[in-house]
């Protein structure tokens, strides 16, 4: 029986896109007249195998909504290769580890295209946020960012936002931040010894490591996605 279902299915979806390929007024593809195609073509799309999992993607994973912090391809001597992935739970912001095999599908979700909101201000556990264009405001949970990220919010500061099924799920850092440093060990142009990075204190207080070169009271660049120093400014 399910196997019946699926070629006629199958039949359906050719019989459907063969008409819009060759239809003059080529109408949009309508979920009403045919439910079953479109839903099963939509879920074919979303789907990728653990290999293909990247850094950045949000997945539904476990009946969760995850964001891919990091992600090592594997090759054991034994066995076969895996995604060694970290993932970030969007609702809570726990963090956690899987290894996901090129035999396993898992579903990539769709996002909104970015949009630019400024950070306004904090209230309770939700960060205020304005859209550049339109300025209508939105509440999105703090845990969209993590501690680290937190640290770096400033009123003013323009956000990356995403919105999936109408409502805000992913909230990004802009990719570079100039930070200034509060304080860092003073460098010594005779030291042989002096190491090629130093730890530097932000003046938002994360520290960070940066070149024997900065000093203190100098701005330096930052890349948020890895939260690594990036160049002098």
């Given at each position: 029986m399910?196997?019946?279902?699926?070629?006629?299915?199958?039949?359906?979806?050719?019989q459907?896109?063969?008409f819009?390929?060759?239809?003059?007024?080529?109408?949009?593809?309508?979920?009403?007249?045919?439910?079953?195609?479109?839903?099963?073509?939509?879920?074919?799309?979303?789907?990728?195998?653990?290999?293909?999992?990247?850094v950045?993607?949000?997945?539904?994973?476990?009946?969760?909504?995850?964001?891919v912090?990091?992600a090592?391809?594997?090759?054991?001597?034994?066995?076969?290769?895996?995604?060694q992935?970290?993932?970030?739970?969007?609702?809570?912001?726990?963090k956690?580890?899987?290894?996901?095999?090129?035999?396993?599908?898992?579903?990539?979700v769709?996002?909104?295209d970015?949009?630019?909101?400024?950070?306004?201000?904090?209230?309770?556990?939700k960060?205020?946020?304005?859209?550049?264009?339109?300025f209508?405001?939105?509440?999105v949970?703090?845990?969209?960012?993590s501690?680290t990220?937190?640290?770096f919010?400033?009123?003013?500061?323009?956000?990356?936002?995403?919105?999936?099924?109408?409502?805000?799920?992913?909230?990004?850092?802009?990719?570079?931040?100039?930070v200034?440093?509060?304080?860092?060990?003073?460098f010594?142009?005779?030291?042989q010894?002096?190491?090629?990075?130093?730890?530097?204190?932000l003046?938002?207080?994360?520290?960070l490591?940066?070149?024997?070169?900065?000093?203190?009271?100098?701005?330096?660049?930052?890349?948020?996605?890895?939260?690594?120093?990036?160049?002098?400014?």
């Open positions: 399910n196997l019946l279902r699926a070629s006629n299915l199958d039949g359906r979806l050719h459907f896109l063969v819009h390929a060759f239809s003059r007024a080529r109408p949009p593809l309508s979920s009403q007249a045919f439910p079953s195609v479109i839903y099963h073509a939509r879920r074919c799309f979303a789907q990728i195998n653990g290999n293909q999992v990247r950045g993607n949000v997945l539904e994973y476990k009946g969760k909504l995850v964001m912090k990091r090592q391809a594997v090759k054991p001597g034994k066995g076969g290769a895996f995604n992935v970290e993932l970030r739970d969007i609702r809570t912001g726990l956690y580890h899987e290894r996901l095999r090129a035999s396993e599908s898992v579903e990539k769709r996002l909104d970015e949009e630019l909101y400024d950070y306004l201000y904090e209230e309770g556990d960060l205020v946020l304005m859209n550049k264009q339109d209508t405001q939105i509440e949970s703090r845990n969209v960012l501690e990220e937190q640290k919010l400033q009123e003013g500061l323009t956000l990356r936002v995403q919105f999936h099924e109408g409502s805000p799920l992913l909230v990004r850092l802009p990719r570079t931040l100039v200034e440093v509060a304080s860092t060990e003073p010594s142009k005779g030291s010894a002096s190491p090629t990075f130093k730890p530097a204190t003046s938002n207080g994360e520290v490591k940066v070149p024997p070169f900065v000093g203190v009271g100098e701005k330096v660049i930052i890349n948020t996605e890895e939260m690594e120093y990036q160049s002098r400014v």
